[in-house]
């Protein structure tokens, strides 16, 4: 199954107000390179693909390759220290199934019009587009329910002890939004079969909520994507735990 996978850069406005035109050219600029870097181990996969400004898609014709890029984005971009060259950079996405046809078609206008470019997304890249775009918070990546299928989510199952942790799950205390989004589930991209990176990244969690406290809008992601933390870390000592009572029964 082909899939689409569409990442955004939050944040664009606040950057604007914050540093100008400069500031905001320079983010596009640092997340185009940023995109091309986190698909390159993968860009065999990649059929099609698009990065304008502050958002990037990619057409992948297997989900997991999608899920890679992903994942490495979102870790990278989680890692990213903030500072007065290089600020902490939040990600977006969705991953949906992909047509047959070109992520966005253009053509002219008519009659005097005809100078002016008409650019038409297709009917499954607006679906990533809204997904994206419907309103929920926080450094999440929301994925159809058409794209999780067993093969997948025993693919991308990680082993702790003689369990298995799936980080694809339809989450309770992180919303969705009305309407359309019934098949919805979040791809937990910080899931992590290492204890010892899973406190690092609970650290890094922690330390970047502290750090935007002065920024209303940032510290809203952040608040957003510590509930998302709260949430994947239930999951991952839920299947420590059964894999602890597990083993202990069978020794």
């Known amino acids: ?39 390159k181990m993968d860009l065999e996969y990649v059929i099609d693909g698009l990065i304008e400004t502050d958002a990037a898609a990619f057409v992948c014709s297997e989900p997991e390759a999608a899920f ?5 984005a979102y870790l990278r971009a989680f890692a990213t220290p903030g500072g007065s060259m290089r600020e902490r950079l939040w ?3 969705a991953v949906v ?10 053509r002219t206008a008519w009659g005097p019009a ?29 994925v159809r329910g058409d794209v999780v299928t067993a093969r997948i989510k025993r693919t991308l199952a990680l082993p ?37 990176e899973w406190r690092r990244l609970e650290y890094t969690m922690s330390s970047r909520l502290r750090d935007c406290t002065s920024d209303q809008e940032e510290f809203a992601q952040a608040a957003a994507t ?7 870390s239930a999951i991952y000592h839920s299947v420590v735990n059964r894999a602890a009572r597990a083993t202990a029964t069978a020794g």
């Open 226 to 232: 510590q509930v998302l933390f709260h949430e994947a």
């Open 68 to 72: 890679r890029i992903a994942r490495r």
């Open 114 to 142: 005809s100078r002016v470019n008409i650019f038409t997304y297709s009917r499954e890249f607006f679906d990533a587009v809204a997904i994206e775009k419907s309103g929920f918070k926080g450094m999440r990546l929301l």
């Open 160 to 196: 702790i002890g003689p369990r298995w942790l799936i980080p694809l799950r339809r989450l309770r205390h992180s919303g969705y939004a009305p309407g359309p989004s019934e098949d919805l589930q979040d791809f937990l991209w910080m899931s992590t079969a290492d204890s010892d």
């Open 1 to 39: 199954m082909a899939v689409i996978l569409f990442i955004d850069l939050l944040g664009a406005r606040a950057r604007w107000k914050r540093g100008g035109i400069e500031t905001s050219v320079r983010a596009f600029n640092h997340f185009t390179a940023f995109m091309i870097a986190a698909a």
């Open 97 to 106: 199934p992909a047509g047959e046809g070109p992520l966005r078609t253009g």
């Open 91 to 93: 990600l977006r996405g």
